[in-house]
């Protein structure tokens, strides 16, 4: 795991902002740096070290140096490519780097679609003054981008772009809206106007000035009847296939465990030697107990923390830094407390994400069976009561009316939707001219002929998983300069979950019907059908503490919030959930963290980075 930075342009001082640029994000690779340099181009990568200890150092060159490569990640399937490449190239490592360079001059464009791993990527083709650039298909590793006139930049973390005379620092008001209803950015470009992120399953070349960028891998769902037991059997097989690949290292591999069936089956079947977890006082919020159980029945280590209310209030700034956006999602903190916890002993850890947009883990997809009946009523009586019901205050009831009354296209964003985009009107003072099915129409699009389960999956996986989860599993991780590794966002392990029908999915009794089945198989507790709880937070109650509301409050209060929301209305929420008469803390928080990023980034309110 590392970090790469990088910029095409005439510039003359190359060398020394490459290292600023670099250093930058020293978080994601400690153990090296090392950059490339031409009248063209400038290339920088920070290390950390995991396979091929010795001579993995980058960039990397190919034999005869006229391509050079950076890279954030692990091929997991480098050592089949490597045998099939050494027939033609020569090899000087034993890096999956090294694959890389030499699959591009193979295979040029089409080297992603070889790849199985977690990658992001940029090749330079000093001859053809090329530069070739590539995520992995569901966007573990990130990769920012931006350009003027003369001038492009490229870096694993946006932060990097700040040390560059180019980069116009400016922000992009109009996600806000989105973003208080999404709780991340949901958009292909961010907070810094200008900056986009390369979507996951696409690479990018430039070349001369001109930016194209090309989708090489589609997200699709083909379900399949079969016998249900030779599709448990079929996902076991290929669950312990990609845990056997990703526990490939030549470090130490640890593990996060929590209660749920996600890490517990990871666990499970990799046998790590050491594993963590972390809790709280609040027994309602505390899994340690759970994975304590689960390591003593497997006789690995298990080592845990409780995080205490004022550490987690502390660390805040820190968090929001580290995520270079905007996020509200509270587990963020949580994993950055169990990566903190981990990286005393290991470089990799093992991670649950994912299992529960792939193979139908979420509450709401249950609805779409335990409900059927109420869809049998006529959809304009349903979008009728839907109507009225909207215009009556909340009550238990009242958002399944307005649900089903409302096409899921027009409505449906993900699981974790904060703010409607009525109640954006009353919280927004600036410019709002996105709507919420702007963002998720291209979307429902490839997947309008799939039922309703299929097309939540289909939102959660390319909102709510890659812009949301793994945003904040790599962030936190690379924060502590360790490598998170997901075993679940496998391209093969996706290829099974895609097969999977409504029955293998969802039923009345349960959800993740198959993998809990699956999971069955191997983990020697009940963990396979307990309910995650993800990393629980206790922030409801925390807001209704003296110190936490006081602190919230005040940074409400600021002037400069009147620029982007109603602060009567914000500290109303507060107030109304402190006073116990609104549970609105999600919505109070979403604004809160918005308010603290704002201040880092375009306030330069300092945070300790170390």
Not at 19 to 41: C, L, N, V, W
Not at 212 to 230: A, M, Q, S, T, V
Not at 350 to 376: H, I, M, P
Request: with cysteine; aromatic share 14%.
């Amino acid at each position: 795991m590392c970090g790469i930075v990088g910029f095409v342009s005439k510039e003359k001082e190359k060398k020394k902002l490459i290292k600023k640029m670099a250093d930058k994000i020293a978080h994601r690779g400690p153990d090296g740096e090392g950059y490339y340099m031409d009248e063209s181009i400038a290339l920088g990568h920070r290390r950390l070290s995991i396979i091929d200890l010795s001579t993995g150092n980058q960039p990397m060159f190919n034999e005869n140096n006229t391509k050079v490569v950076i890279f954030n990640g692990e091929i997991y399937n480098y050592i089949e490519l490597r045998n099939e490449l050494e027939k033609t190239h020569q090899f000087k490592t034993s890096s999956d780097t090294e694959v890389l360079i030499h699959g591009y001059e193979e295979w040029g464009n089409d080297l992603p679609k070889k790849l199985r791993g977690m990658f992001a990527f940029a090749i330079w083709d000093k001859e053809e003054q090329t530069l070739f650039c590539a995520r992995d298909n569901f966007g573990i590793k990130p990769f920012y981008y931006y350009q003027t006139d003369d001038t492009f930049l490229f870096a694993s973390e946006i932060k990097s772009f700040l040390e560059h005379p180019a980069f116009k620092k400016e922000l992009n008001t109009e996600l806000i809206g989105p973003y208080l209803s999404f709780s991340f950015t949901p958009t292909t470009e961010t907070f810094f106007k200008g900056v986009y992120r390369l979507d996951p399953g696409c690479s990018l070349t430039y070349k001369r000035g001109n930016l194209e960028i090309e989708r090489y891998y589609e997200i699709e769902f083909e379900p399949e009847k079969r016998d249900f037991d030779r599709v448990v059997e079929s996902i076991n097989k290929t669950m312990k296939e990609s845990v056997n690949f990703h526990m490939l290292s030549d470090v130490e591999v640890g593990s996060f465990l929590s209660s749920g069936i996600d890490s517990s089956y990871i666990v499970s079947l990799a046998r790590p030697d050491k594993t963590y977890t972390v809790g709280y006082d609040e027994d309602k919020y505390n899994e340690i107990e759970y994975a304590k159980d689960l390591a003593q029945k497997l006789n690995i280590n298990n080592t845990s923390k409780k995080i205490t209310r004022e550490e987690y209030k502390k660390i805040i700034p820190k968090i929001l830094y580290h995520m270079d956006e905007p996020s509200s999602d509270p587990a963020s903190i949580m994993l950055y407390f169990v990566s903190e916890l981990a990286r005393k002993d290991v470089k990799v850890v093992l991670s649950g994400e994912g299992a529960d947009e792939f193979f139908g883990g979420y509450n709401n997809y249950r609805e779409e069976v335990d409900l059927k009946w109420y869809n049998k009523i006529p959809y304009p009586l349903r979008h009728l009561a839907a109507a009225i019901f909207k215009l009556l205050p909340e009550f238990p009831g009242r958002n399944f009316i307005v649900r089903r009354g409302t096409k899921l296209e027009n409505d449906y964003i993900g699981v974790n939707k904060v703010f409607s985009e009525k109640e954006r009107k009353k919280v927004l003072c600036c410019h709002d001219p996105i709507q919420n099915k702007e963002i998720t129409k291209p979307y429902f699009e490839t997947v309008k002929n799939a039922d309703n389960i299929t097309k939540k999956q289909n939102i959660d996986i390319n909102f709510w998983l890659i812009k949301d989860i793994l945003q904040k599993a790599d962030r936190m991780t690379m924060a502590n300069s360790i490598e998170g590794r997901v075993p679940f966002i496998d391209k093969e392990v996706f290829k099974e979950a895609s097969k999977l029908t409504e029955k293998d999915k969802v039923t009345k009794a349960n959800t993740k019907v198959a993998l809990r089945a699956s999971a069955k198989k191997d983990i020697p507790n009940e963990s396979y059908k307990k309910k995650k709880l993800g990393f629980p937070v206790p922030l409801r109650e925390w807001l209704r503490e003296e110190d936490f509301y006081t602190e919230v409050k005040n940074t409400f209060s600021q002037e400069f919030v009147s620029e982007f929301f109603n602060q009567s209305y914000i500290i109303k929420l507060l107030d109304e959930h402190k006073n116990h008469k609104r549970d609105t803390y999600k919505k109070v928080w979403t604004v809160y963290c918005f308010i603290k990023w704002y201040e880092i980034f375009f306030l330069d309110r300092k945070v300790n980075e170390s």
